[in-house]
């Protein structure tokens, strides 16, 4: 039988929910159990893959190509979980679903209300992650306890809960207990608070897991046990970690959070496997080289904006014992000058949507192109370079992408010819999984160590096929293609260090066990890059 978690969490938001959650998840895996996550978004968004990431941070996608929440990255990296369209449900999917199953008729002349019909919706999208050989599904609600539209969630967690039966649903709420400097103590006041909004609606929290900054003392842990209703050793400390959030699975397993949550499942305590985990901590911890990168682009003042880049360029350092150094630089401030990326060992030129900043990527290109400093290009990035190379060695000077000018008379990047003249921002995306043929030789072949792979895509604009013998006469190697042949995949300089452009995006197949080559690569050059 399955069993479930909830993870709620109280006071602030950015606590690290999507962080506990998957060193959890990694932490039971290593117990040998079968684990499969979701995660529950409140706003009204059917998913983000419309919003802005300085709204919601940076957008993943799963290899169904499902338009997901970034906290999914994190189960699928920590925990090795497989996540896809059963993994992320917005309110507004929730209530589109709701609707239109009314539209059909078939609530047969019901009136449909919050209860039952969509907290029944949301029980029915969190029995969907319990397939066949899955042990523990576990559930992450966003939002803050309190917050109006997470209600109909936690309603339904309230029912789901009671309808499983004891020992089959457990809830950990993950909240906050602040250091006052001013008075030199911890307060434990807006935790009891969280907790009694949870009671309020008839949810009383199994486990307690309290974020801090430091050490909680053990008068701390009673009265957050007395007040809040949760045994005291359900009190779980979880303090600010030192160096990295790899060490989070670390710290709760020294709690003894993983053994505690699977007697409140009552499931046999098997022996855990944690020697991998703690082989690549001590790389973590112990780098024996320092470089580093630029990470060219729009959304610089958010780094969750990339923050599946951030974590493959870490999965590189571990895999080459290096501390990885990546600084967000704003495009539009290297459109006239480029020359501060000569402090950079490497340059990664990322993906995203609109024109501005575009022509300080194309700059960054070209200095990173004609310096010979390494260089990698994703989705838009890639788009970025035909276009660069198109410019300055093909000599079209206007050419450019139809996304940010229509008229231009060298469409070097445009819309497949099944898409021209469709509006929809979504509707014609390449989204998920498909396959690449990497050419015989080439750079990309050599890096993947394969001829046949399958990445993630996010896109809807492509290399213009009609451009293709132009671009590769003038040394534009094409470095893969699906298989048919007919899109451009990947491009690349022969004669450079390090210059890879890919359509697809590698960050969301990155893991810490098992680091993206395209990553490696980069840190690779850019540390012979740093010897000269």
């Given amino acids: 039988m399955t069993k479930f978690i909830f993870i709620t969490g109280g006071v602030v938001s950015g606590l690290g929910k999507g962080i506990t959650s998957a060193s959890l998840a990694y932490l039971l895996k290593s117990h040998g159990y079968n684990i499969a996550m979701q995660k529950f978004d409140p706003y009204l968004n059917v998913d983000p893959g419309t919003m802005s990431p300085y709204q919601h941070g940076e957008v993943y996608v799963t290899d169904d190509g499902t338009e997901t929440d970034l906290d999914l990255g994190h189960y699928e990296r920590f925990a090795g979980v497989r996540c896809d369209r059963h993994s992320n449900y917005t309110s507004g999917k929730i209530y589109s679903s709701v609707i239109a199953r009314e539209r059909e008729?078939?609530?047969?002349?019901?009136?449909?209300?919050?209860?039952?019909?969509?907290?029944?919706?949301?029980k029915q999208a969190i029995r969907s992650a319990a397939k066949p050989g899955i042990d523990i599904v576990m559930t992450e609600i966003g939002g803050t306890a309190g917050d109006i539209e997470s209600l109909p969630f936690l309603e339904a967690v309230r029912q789901f809960k009671n309808e499983a039966g004891l020992g089959n649903a457990i809830v950990i709420h993950l909240t906050l207990v602040p250091y006052i400097k001013s008075v030199g103590e911890m307060k434990t006041k807006p935790s009891q608070q969280s907790v009694s909004i949870l009671h309020n609606i008839g949810i009383f929290p199994d486990m307690l897991v309290c974020r801090t900054e430091m050490a909680m003392a053990d008068e701390q842990r009673r009265k957050l046990s007395l007040f809040c209703n949760v045994p005291d050793e359900m009190v779980i400390?979880?303090?600010?970690?030192?160096?990295?959030?790899?060490?989070?699975?670390?710290?709760?397993?020294?709690?003894?959070?993983?053994?505690?949550?699977?007697?409140?499942?009552?499931?046999?305590?098997?022996?855990?496997?944690?020697?991998?985990?703690?082989?690549?901590?001590d790389r973590v911890l112990h780098p024996e080289k320092t470089c580093r990168i630029a990470l060219v682009g729009k959304y610089a003042g958010l780094r969750d904006a990339?923050?599946?880049?951030?974590?493959?360029?870490?999965?590189?350092?571990?895999?080459?014992?290096?501390?990885?150094?990546?600084?967000?630089?704003?495009?539009?401030?290297?459109?006239?000058?480029?020359?501060?990326?000569?402090?950079y060992d490497g340059v990664l030129v990322p993906g995203g949507f609109g024109a501005r900043g575009i022509e300080g990527k194309v700059a960054t290109l070209q200095y990173a192109r004609e310096k010979g400093i390494p260089c990698l290009g994703i989705c838009l990035g890639l788009q970025c370079m035909v276009i660069e190379y198109a410019r300055h060695v093909l000599g079209y000077k206007d050419a450019n992408s139809t996304e940010f000018d229509e008229k231009t008379s060298h469409p070097v990047i445009d819309l497949m010819p099944d898409q021209r003249g469709v509006s929809s921002k979504g509707g014609t995306m390449r989204l998920g999984a498909y396959p690449c043929r990497l050419v015989d030789g080439s750079r990309a072949a050599e890096l993947y160590g394969e001829k046949d792979i399958s990445e993630r895509h996010r896109h809807r604009f492509e290399f213009n096929n009609d451009y293709r013998k132009q671009l590769i006469s003038a040394g534009l190697q094409i470095g893969g293609t699906s298989p048919d042949d007919t899109l451009v995949e990947m491009v690349e300089l022969p004669n450079h260090p390090?210059?890879?452009?890919?359509?697809?995006?590698?960050?969301?197949?990155?893991?810490?066990?098992?680091?993206?080559?395209?990553?490696?690569?980069?840190?690779?050059?850019?540390?012979?890059?740093?010897?000269?």
């Fill in 237 to 281: 400390e979880e303090c600010d970690v030192q160096h990295s959030i790899y060490e989070v699975p670390q710290e709760l397993a020294d709690r003894g959070m993983d053994v505690k949550v699977l007697e409140l499942l009552r499931l046999p305590l098997t022996e855990s496997h944690l020697d991998d985990w703690h082989e690549l901590l």
């Fill in 498 to 532: 390090f210059y890879v452009g890919c359509q697809f995006h590698p960050e969301f197949k990155s893991r810490p066990f098992s680091p993206h080559p395209l990553f490696v690569g980069l840190v690779q050059a850019a540390l012979k890059h740093q010897e000269k």
């Fill in 306 to 343: 990339y923050k599946s880049i951030f974590e493959s360029f870490a999965h590189a350092g571990i895999a080459l014992r290096t501390k990885v150094i990546c600084d967000m630089v704003e495009a539009e401030e290297l459109e006239n000058d480029c020359s501060r990326l000569d402090s």
């Fill in 105 to 122: 008729g078939a609530y047969l002349g019901a009136t449909v209300q919050m209860i039952p019909h969509i907290t029944d919706e949301i």
